[in-house]
């Protein structure tokens, strides 16, 4: 019986060796949380970095912004540069354009659709940074259920062999059991740092997006203060 203990303690302690003697069922599963962690992990690394690049960037850039004393030559610069803060720039000056080309200005007119267009690049810049976050939000929900569903089906195997064997034994029982806590350990690793990371990457997104609206209210105000000059 001591024998039988060791030589299932040696196989609960093994990740290949559980993977190996596991049902294909609970195979499939591992190998689904597995290629689930690696993806969520290259979500985080290169969304990570990513967000870290734009709100640096962003910061140069509003920071250049408001240093300079011509927005027209600025805009001629850095019009076109690649970042959330320089597309919602680009859709205030254009319409500012549009609008005031015209004999007869209205001013009313002209602030709204100013604050209604540069919201809306506000807006769509976060949704195209958000897209991969869905992916985190699906694993972080769903990784442990698929996890349990793998620990359920490795435990209705080791009755099985029970049934089978007509023996309760730790050898019978072991070899189930382990690649059942091991299916729910795979999946408790591809869920926890998703959960994490979407947490972390909304709250960083959020803050984002109260940085482009606060740099589109100013802009406005700005522009706001251009008609009171015309009128």
């Given at each position: ?18 993977f ?31 967000l ?36 919602i ?7 500012w ?77 072991a ?25 972390r ?25 251009e ?5």
């Open positions: 019986m001591d024998q039988l203990f060791v030589n299932a303690d040696a196989a609960t302690l093994s990740p290949i060796g559980l190996l003697q596991a049902d294909w069922v609970v195979k499939l599963v591992m190998l689904g949380l597995l290629f689930a962690s690696i993806w969520t992990w290259a979500i985080i690394i290169g969304f990570g970095m990513r870290r690049r734009i709100v640096a960037q962003s910061d140069q850039y509003e920071h250049d912004f408001w240093k300079a004393t011509d927005v027209d030559r600025f805009y001629e610069r850095n019009g076109q540069d690649d970042v959330p803060i320089a597309r720039l680009d859709a205030g000056l254009k319409e354009r549009r609008s005031t080309a015209a004999k007869k200005v209205d001013a009313e007119g002209v602030r709204s659709r100013l604050a209604t267009l540069m919201a809306s690049a506000s807006a769509a810049e976060i949704d195209q940074l958000s897209g991969r976050l869905n992916v985190l939000a699906t694993v972080g929900s769903v990784a442990p259920f698929v996890g349990l569903f793998g620990t359920v089906w490795g435990i209705m195997r080791s009755f099985t062999a029970i049934a089978a064997e007509q023996n309760s034994s730790l050898a019978v029982v070899p189930g059991i382990a690649e059942a806590l091991f299916a729910t350990a795979i999946g408790l690793f591809a869920a926890i740092p998703a959960v994490i990371a979407y947490n990457f909304s709250h960083g997104l959020n803050r984002l997006e109260a940085r482009l609206l606060r740099f589109a209210d100013k802009f406005h105000a700005t522009l706001s203060r008609l009171d000059g015309e009128a």
